[in-house]
């Protein structure tokens, strides 16, 4: 096997093509399969020590749950249909979610809510100030859903749709592996599939049978909680590993905490890594990975490289671990890079 070749991006600058793409957008509709939890974060000075009690600085509830935040920053972004499809309590139960969903623009037509189940999944999130470590306990007895159930509500929204391509991203929260290994199965079967891209998401390394969609998806993103989880210190090293299991058209990410991200363009057999952005201090790092993905997902469906894709996410992610929550990331983001533009051109003119 010969080497892959490497380039490494010190610079967070933004891409002048992806500010250009920001103004004028190519459109993206894109469903997200996953789950929605009600968060509650615990910001604390420190962790807790075991049966010990400890007050905490401030509490807050937000809505939780990885696609769908990724979803929440991508639809700030122009031109973007956001669609969120999951198995939920019932609609009583999931008030405060879908309310939440609706604030941002995303369509909930698409998630089954159960009846019997009267508790929404919850997460409580300790954040210790010292370390900006997080801390998640989650409680989830929600039936997952199924091949049946998506078929079903996929097959409606698409027959409800008056474009030849309902739908041009497609992304799955790597959850009931082999539920969702069928449903890639299915959406390969329509004649829109090569104008589409699927996307899964390998979070959590123990969760049984992820495997098997590994080979079916174009962008896979992997956490460095999963490489970990599979004996893996570095991320070039398993995304090397991991390649020929992949798609030859494939692009694997592999997002490494305050060390960056890496990204392996198989069709070229190329590496690509950028840094996280430098910060003052982390002020709410929970949905940083989720942000990621929203950055990749976007500048990716712009048809942006490979490497100022990596930028752009990196980038995006630092600036959601800058502030609390997700709201207004986009524009912050926006603003960054018309002046840094303003200053390359006040720099030509000297």
């Not at 615990?42 to 075991?50: G, K």
């Not at 979610?97 to 300790?126: G, W």
């Not at 299991?245 to 198989?266: E, P, R, V």
């Not at 524009?331 to 720099?347: D, G, Q, S, W, Y």
Request: net charge negative; charged share 25%; with cysteine.
């Amino acid at each position: 096997m010969s080497e892959p070749e490497q380039s490494t991006s010190n610079s967070t600058a933004i891409p002048k093509s992806i500010i250009s793409t920001i103004n004028q957008p190519k459109p993206l509709k894109i469903l997200a399969i996953g789950s929605a939890y009600e968060d509650t974060i615990l910001y604390v000075d420190r962790f807790p020590p075991e049966d010990g009690k400890q007050r905490a600085q401030r509490v807050e509830k937000r809505r939780g749950g990885n696609s769908g935040n990724t979803l929440t920053v991508l639809s700030q972004f122009p031109n973007v249909d956001a669609w969120f499809m999951a198995s939920m309590a019932s609609k009583e139960a999931s008030t405060f979610l879908v309310q939440d969903f609706e604030a941002h623009n995303i369509k909930t037509t698409t998630c089954i809510f159960r009846s019997s189940a009267t508790h929404a999944p919850v997460a409580y999130i300790i954040h210790a100030d010292n370390t900006s470590s997080r801390t998640i306990i989650n409680y989830n007895s929600i039936d997952e859903l199924t091949f049946e159930e998506f078929q079903q509500i996929f097959d409606d929204t698409c027959s409800n749709d008056n474009s030849s391509i309902p739908f041009n991203w497609i992304h799955f929260e790597g959850r009931n592996a082999a539920e969702e290994a069928k449903m890639i199965d299915y959406i390969d079967t329509k004649d829109w599939r090569n104008n589409a891209i699927i996307s899964v998401e390998f979070e959590k390394p123990f969760r049984r049978g992820l495997e098997v969609l590994i080979d079916k998806a174009d962008v896979l993103f992997f956490s460095k909680v999963f490489a970990e989880g599979k004996g893996y210190d570095h991320a070039d090293e398993f995304l090397q590993i991991m390649s020929p299991y992949c798609k030859d058209t494939a692009i694997l990410f592999c997002t490494w905490g305050s060390s960056g991200a890496m990204c392996f363009h198989n069709p070229t057999k190329k590496f690509h890594s950028a840094p996280a952005l430098a910060i003052p201090s982390v002020v709410d790092s929970v949905g940083a990975g989720d942000t990621f993905n929203a950055g990749a997902i976007y500048s990716l469906s712009q048809g942006m490289s490979p490497e100022s894709c990596l930028r752009f996410s990196c980038e995006l992610a630092g600036r959601k671990c800058a502030q609390n929550g997700f709201d207004g990331i986009v524009e912050k983001m926006r603003l960054a890079a018309m002046k840094k533009e303003e200053i390359a051109a006040n720099k030509q003119m000297v």
